[in-house]
């Protein structure tokens, strides 16, 4: 028995990646932060505008930073660029200056139409790694800045970034519970919902144009769907009693809401246009929140019929439901990576909820937050980020943080207090 | 091209309301149809400078809306004060014996002085807790308000339930106290 | 429309329901434009009029202009390759100018220009480059924590010639690796399957495997970017393919940041 288990062991540890003959093993010392140097555009305008200049620079340095795979630093082009040779680059004092990656850029701003060209390089191999050159209006600079910053992603990595994607949230800044929507970095918030009433929960359709959310405005907590291109909003269930925590499906073709017309509040699917219910959960206890796996074949949610809140799973049509998170008596929040490997949520321990992960055999829970109350966790379109809500000493409102839970950082602005935020697919 | 079409059409609905009243009258029998019966009589007062703007945008159709309920809430005091506000533990919905005797009283009062009248039950929670849950949770609490008044001979039809769950705390604040007289359910005669 | 404008004017003097029944049509024909158009819009649709996806070097090709059969000598100034395309009017000599960069292109219009690109290749060849690549060179080798380069240089050839190159590729790509390792997790490693062409050049980068961490397949990549620069050709002039694992020595390294 015992030369069993030492066999496994060696099997085990010697089952690495390279068990074929004839690999050879490359080795090296040494890990050191990849450092990006993002200088800013230069005009290729007689009168530059040097305002647009300092957003795209400081746009793409912070979503690389946020990336965590190099620290951008916003450096000006050294020498000062005399004529700014966009190809020909003197890689030699940036080498020199410690700098893996460049980010060059060079615009023009004409009548408002903005044309800007980016390119990015890799230092030591002295290579162009990728370039874009973007034409749009004035106003679409941020949004470009983060267009090139997913296809930085994308050429370090395999994977574009979802730096052009949105976060919906709730946000009190008129003294009412209002729908917003904001950049992923906290920019061009935008009232959705101007009612007064109380507006709750807010979520994306798959396609990224609609969101549903519920709302009190007809003194009852209804969900309704509302465009984001206009302002067409109908109503998507008025069912007597509650109808809340609604989710998209992957496909777009249903929405899992929580409705408690029958009574205790349950499980439901509903078509898009809010017909058809399906009652997924039947049992005494409370059960809502519900999150799609990214196949769509699963939902994780929320329940008490044990006695305190916890998270469950169930497959789509309600069958085959098992417990999912056993330690912590009170988890609530579930939301599936859209990688489909794990589940993040919020346990509250002594008033205070901390964002976990778990994977969704329920191995390897794993706690995020360690600071303040922290919500709502969701995930964006890559897996790579997740948003949460949070109130700590050094502000509240709508944080971001990786999925390992570094590089917290508050996104939202302005007045009120901002809660509920959820990230947009791509 | 669209711009244009836009201003000129803001135009003649501008020039169209000015002419004469006879678009008011559209913009109110819209209104009408969206406000709660209840409220009608209270919602016509609304000034006719907000109902001539519902033809550009929904938000101000909803905004009366608001404001049409605001009315309705202002004219329950009355009679809410004599139904008395109920409290619940934390995390429960089940009544607590001081519950059931104010709930007594309560039913007393309604079969007396409010019979037949329409009697929302609205439940709340302190805040902690989630969000969402805390919106199921009110609304077990207001149920189990509303099943004890049955029992009591309350008509089950007279009274409904709304949860407002965290959102709408009866005293600000984050300690025990507060939060003891958050976790409620409110009595509100609606008609 | 403007006949509409007219029929109101002429409506409102004609009689009050004429009136009535116009402003009713009016506030309809409002309502109905306001659906299918509506006027406030708060969050616009942002789009870009045109994304153009600008050609780059590509990365085999880039040191094709080395000689292959250079193998004991020091290594010559690698050549940098001009990315093929079109360049802003102020940089280039008149004669460079091709096409105006920042003209608002219509689609996909640019081809590489190649004959620009040699041009530019050429500029590149002259006295400035080699200067600068000597301190390139010095700022590089300060990067590296030790090694001789010369370790594994391949032999003349014979039964042994296929693992002593082998060595020779090892060595090259440890001493890039040294340059770019980079990683995020605590044991990353990433197998990936080289091809060599019989000229040196490298033909083929495949990873076969990957522990996940995009910090440290980044490394590698930039690694083998930076050693096929040297790599000489295989002996006996055949292809040579083999797998590569790569790992972070991480015994003596500090794997937080």
């Known amino acids: 028995m015992k030369i069993f288990l030492v066999l496994l062991f060696l099997l085990a540890s010697s089952a690495s990646l390279y068990a074929q003959p004839g690999y050879i093993e490359v080795t090296a010392p040494g890990n050191r932060q990849l450092k990006m140097a993002v200088a800013p555009p230069h005009s290729v305008d007689v009168s530059p505008d040097s305002a647009s200049s300092g957003i795209a620079s400081a746009v793409i340095a912070f979503d690389m930073n946020l990336s965590g795979l190099v620290a951008a630093e916003i450096h000006p082009e050294q020498p000062a660029a005399k004529g700014f040779p966009l190809v020909a680059v003197d890689f030699v004092p940036w080498l020199s200056a410690g700098f893996d990656m460049l980010v060059r850029s060079e615009y023009s701003l004409k009548n408002g139409r903005l044309t800007i060209e980016f390119r990015l390089f890799d230092v030591i191999n002295r290579k162009l790694i990728t370039a874009k050159r973007y034409l749009g209006g004035a106003k679409d600079l941020r949004r470009i800045s983060h267009s090139f910053a997913d296809e930085i992603l994308l050429a370090l990595t395999g994977e574009k970034g979802p730096f052009t994607t949105r976060i919906a949230y709730v946000s009190t800044q008129t003294g009412n519970k209002e729908i917003y929507v904001m950049d992923w970095d906290g920019y061009n918030p935008l009232p959705l919902t101007k009612n007064g009433s109380i507006n709750l929960n807010p979520a994306f359709s798959p396609d990224g144009r609609e969101i549903i959310f519920t709302s009190y405005k007809r003194r009852n907590p209804d969900l309704y769907r509302r465009s984001l291109s206009n302002t067409a909003e109908v109503a998507v269930s008025r069912r007597k009693g509650l109808n809340i925590t609604g989710k998209w499906s992957p496909d777009g073709s249903k929405i899992a809401v929580a409705l408690s017309k ?6 439901y699917t509903l078509d898009k246009d809010g017909s058809h219910p399906t009652r997924l959960t039947i049992n005494p206890a409370l059960d809502l929140y519900p999150s799609w796996s990214p196949d769509g074949k699963q939902l994780a949610f929320v329940s008490d019929r044990l006695g305190k809140p916890q998270v469950f799973v169930m497959n789509a049509d309600g069958s085959g439901v098992r417990r999912l998170t056993i330690s912590g008596s009170y988890n609530v929040n579930p939301s599936w990576s859209p990688k489909g490997d794990r589940i993040a949520y919020s346990r509250m321990t002594g008033g205070d909820f901390s964002i976990f992960t778990i994977t969704p055999d329920g191995s390897s829970d794993t706690q995020l937050t360690f600071d303040g109350s922290n919500e709502n966790p969701s995930w964006s379109a890559d897996g790579r980020f997740i948003s949460f809500s949070s109130r700590r000493s050094s502000g509240g409102g709508v944080y971001v943080m990786r999925a390992d839970g570094t590089g917290q950082t508050k996104v939202s602005q302005g007045k009120g207090k901002h809660s509920q935020p959820v990230w947009s697919a791509r | 091209m669209k711009k244009s079409m836009v201003l000129l059409l803001a135009g003649i609905s501008m020039s169209a309301l000015l002419t ?47 404001s049409a309920v605001s009315p309705q809430e202002a004219m329950s005091p009355v009679a809410e004060n004599r139904l008395e506000t109920v409290y619940f533990d934390f995390d429960k919905s089940d009544l607590r014996q001081d519950t059931r005797d104010v709930l007594s009283k309560n039913a007393e009062v309604i079969l007396k002085t409010l019979a037949g009248a329409k009697i929302q039950i609205e439940g709340h929670t302190d805040e902690r807790g989630s969000a969402e849950y805390n919106l199921a949770l009110g609304e077990r609490r207001a149920k189990s308000a509303q099943q004890y008044l049955t029992t009591l001979g309350v008509k089950a039809e007279n009274t409904s339930v709304i949860s407002y769950g965290e959102e709408k705390p009866a005293v600000a604040g984050n300690d025990e106290g507060a939060w003891a007289k958050n976790r409620r359910a409110e009595f509100v005669v609606v008609k | 429309m403007n006949s509409r404008n007219l029929r109101i004017d002429t409506g409102m003097s004609v009689s009050f329901i004429a009136s009535a029944v116009i402003h009713l049509a009016v506030f309809l024909l409002l309502a109905w434009y306001g659906r ?30 080395q000689k292959p059969a250079e193998s004991e000598a020091p290594p010559p100034p690698p050549v940098l390759t001009p990315p093929a395309m079109a360049l802003p009017p102020s940089v280039i000599s008149p004669k460079a100018v091709s096409k105006p960069a920042m003209v608002p292109v219509p689609q996909k219009s640019e081809a590489p220009d190649t004959a620009f690109a040699e041009r530019m290749a050429k500029l590149e060849r002259s006295a400035e480059a080699r200067r600068e690549e000597a301190v390139f060179d010095k700022l590089r080798s300060k990067l590296k924590t030790g090694g001789s380069s010369k370790i594994g240089m391949p032999g003349a050839g014979g039964a042994e010639a296929g693992s002593r190159y082998g060595d020779y590729i090892k060595s090259r790509l440890e001493d890039a690796l040294k340059v770019t390792s980079s990683y995020s997790t605590k044991n990353p490693e990433v197998v990936v399957r080289l091809t060599i062409a019989p000229d040196g050049r490298l033909s083929g980068v495949k990873i076969e495997r990957s522990s996940g961490d995009a910090t440290f397949e980044l490394a590698v990549r930039r690694a083998i970017d930076l050693a096929s620069a040297k790599f000489t050709a295989p002996p006996g002039r055949t292809v040579y393919e083999n797998g590569f694992v790569f790992k972070p020595k991480s015994i003596s390294s500090g794997t937080s940041r």
Request: proline fraction near 12%; hydrophobic fraction near 40%.
């Open chain 1, 262 to 267: 029958d009574g205790d509040t349950e499980i």
């Open chain 2, 20 to 66: 004469a009243g006879c678009a008011n009258k559209e913009a109110v029998k819209k209104e009408e149809a969206v406000v709660p019966p209840v409220s009608v009589e209270k919602a016509v007062p609304v000034a006719p400078v907000e109902q001539a703007q519902p033809v550009e945008q929904t938000a101000p159709v909803q905004d009366a809306v608001a």
């Open chain 3, 36 to 65: 299918l158009m509506p006027l406030q819009t708060p969050i616009q649709e942002t789009y870009y009029v045109d994304v153009v996806n600008l050609p780059t070097a590509n990365p085999q090709s880039g040191d094709s202009a």
